[in-house]
């Protein structure tokens, strides 16, 4: 049995083969359904395009060459990555170029930065000076050229230096290394991407506009042309775009669409795209001795819960209640009925730290299995 | 460049070498301090032995072989599993018998166990009459026996039929089938395990123990043996001991020991061994732009939060204020300093679904690597 032989390695052997009727495939299992993730890459790329901005999808959200593949195939002009060794397995797949969209502090973490830049370009976001010192020595010493984002603080309060002139003494500083070049800003909301209010949520990513024209308004008064702005998120993008000053969208979740983005409040402003939820864990129902009780094989090792419960899809009553380590109870509802061995369609909370915890994405079409992808940089978090 | 390479191939390589100091150990990884853990395994193996109850500890907190060999040369008398698929790797290691502590649904898991069955002696439990035919069939084609436990619900609401005759009649449905063997109950309290209280965690396994002696009168009543009865983990394991109905504890993450377990009042019982937490996840500080603000390289991808914020240790005043996925932010109270490159040793609130996040155990002594572990049944979720 070679499922076995697999486990027995240590190896985590994919739950289903493409042919497969999606009722073999063993769970919990993470499930794309190609209808719906196809229609999601498409409405990105036509809109971003559309806005002539630079779409570079982030891959932290997937972390699944695959799934980069058909986003270049789409017109990416790149990809994000929030570490660096995430970059790997996508410079040697040729999906490049590559922006690390965070500070990368150590040796070890710049030594793999460098190694990177010596076959594709790569960028990396620094917000402190010490830091920039180290990537130029290091760069220097390898004989490599970085591109250096500054991050700019656009309103999230988690990395990323104040706007302005802060932000322009940090780009001067980058531009004076012979080894690094000034690669732009990094103007990220991360805080504004779940606020389930679109005003509001304009609010915020107009304080970040506002932080980005204060800093390339001090990039010029210090001589230094802006060749980049990048930020934006799912939530956010349509924002960034007709915000005039971005010149690159970096949303990772919409190829997948979590339940928590789907709780936004929908955009109604005509031509910004309508994600579909097409990322889900497939379950099946393991116990249940009670009325009104039951429990799913799914739970804090298959899902992650910090932004709410995950959804069961198409079974009005059942709701999950919450998660022990491999176990998910139900309450069943207003009469619902489930029997064991049922099998339940739940739609995550939170798509970057679910897919993590998967070797495996299962591709559907029409009740089947289509492909079956490895997710490449799953615990790649170095 | 190795590491560059194995990242390039989909493969995450350890974050160190044994010999390294710790101070070249690539973040964010996950630290087991050695003396600290060699404690907590004697001190249990030591409690159990003296009060002549047998010692399964559960494979699912810390799914690596190299640390149930130890449990095992310190006289552990088998291993529990949650999910059939984590008890591959232990029977390829010899590191049997195995009692899945859990209901098996599906034709994939069922034929995984039996194929075990085939290799080691393997239990299962069964909470349902048509769990118990499905197994009874699959056994029998096969050719192999399997050990049945039944579980009783002992009062955390989750699994397990009702006690007394609801699980006698189970079990007798058990020991009718040719190739099922009745192994006795299962009744573990999980919800007891993190009650803050000894007295009312107390009331709570009294509750079970009530539970088991219903069950065993209804089993003597029907004529059969219970030749097992099983429960107890970490937060209550001294209370099942002391009962004098218990022939087995299953403790898992006495071992590593997280934040959380060490937030329960401490027994004062004299005998009653204290655990030391020996599980941190190492973290870099990345970014540090303000007063009483910083930020460190773990995040979601890296520990689990459901049990709550990690615990900065040796450096007070730092508080982890709260993750995103690649990020925690940290808070520095009563003027407390970091600088960027600071490495910091986080306590995880929960070790099973922290543990599951990572390939490799960086397992340290006196401030070196002595040890690399594979994390050999990361992501066996099946």
Redesign the interface.
């Known amino acids: 049995?070679s499922?076995?032989d697999a486990?027995?390695?240590?190896e985590?052997p994919p739950?289903a083969a493409p042919g497969d009727p999606i009722e073999?495939v063993?769970?919990?299992a993470l499930i794309v359904e190609l209808d719906a993730f196809e229609a999601n890459l498409a409405a990105m790329a036509a809109f971003a395009a559309r806005h002539g901005v630079h779409l570079t999808p982030h891959f932290?959200a997937h972390k699944t060459p695959a799934i980069a593949k058909r986003q270049k195939a789409l017109g990416a002009a790149g990809f994000c990555v929030?570490?660096v060794?995430e970059a790997?397995?996508l410079?040697?797949a040729g999906l490049t170029p590559i922006l690390v969209t965070?500070?990368?502090?150590?040796d070890?973490?710049i030594?793999?930065l460098c190694?990177?830049a010596a076959r594709a370009p790569m960028s990396v976001c620094a917000?402190?000076a010490?830091?920039i010192a180290a990537l130029a020595a290091a760069a220097a010493a390898r004989g490599v050229t970085l591109a250096v984002l500054v991050e700019v603080?656009a309103g999230s309060?988690?990395?990323?230096?104040?706007p302005g002139q802060p932000a322009a003494d940090l780009a001067t500083l980058v531009a004076a290394q012979s080894h690094l070049r000034f690669g732009g800003i990094q103007a990220y909301h991360?805080k504004a991407q779940h606020v389930r209010e679109v005003l509001y949520r304009k609010t915020m990513i107009d304080q970040a506009v506002v932080a980005v024209r204060a800093t390339t308004a001090a990039l010029a008064s210090a001589g230094l042309a802006c060749p980049r702005v990048a930020g934006g998120g799912t939530g956010s993008f349509f924002l960034e775009c007709a915000s005039g000053v971005y010149t690159e969208i970096q949303p990772g979740s919409y190829a997948l669409f979590d339940r928590d983005y789907s709780d936004n409040e929908p955009v109604t402003e005509p031509g910004v795209p309508q994600f579909q939820n097409a990322l889900f864990v497939l379950a099946?129902?393991?116990?249940?001795?009670r009325p009104e009780?039951a429990?799913c094989?799914?739970g804090?090792?298959?899902m992650?819960?910090?932004s709410g419960m995950p959804r069961v899809r198409g079974r009005p009553g059942i709701q999950y209640r919450g998660?022990?380590?491999?176990?998910g109870?139900l309450a069943l509802l207003d009469g619902a009925k489930v029997a064991?061995?049922d099998r339940l369609h739940l739609i995550p909370g939170?798509v970057?730290?679910t897919v993590?915890?998967?070797?495996w994405i299962v591709a559907t079409r029409s009740g089947r299995v289509e492909e079956v992808w490895?997710v490449?940089?799953?615990?790649?978090?170095?």
Do not use: I, W, Y
């Open positions: 049995m499922r076995l486990f027995s390695r240590g985590v739950p073999r063993d769970t919990p932290k929030q570490k060794s790997a397995p410079v040697a965070n500070e990368l502090v150590g070890a973490k030594e793999l190694a990177l917000d402190n010490t830091n603080d309060g988690r990395c990323g230096v104040a991360g099946t129902v393991m116990s249940a001795t009780h429990v094989d799914a804090l090792k298959s992650s819960f910090e998660p022990s380590d491999e176990h109870v064991v061995g939170h970057d730290p993590n915890l998967h070797d490895p490449v940089a799953r615990g790649m978090v170095f």
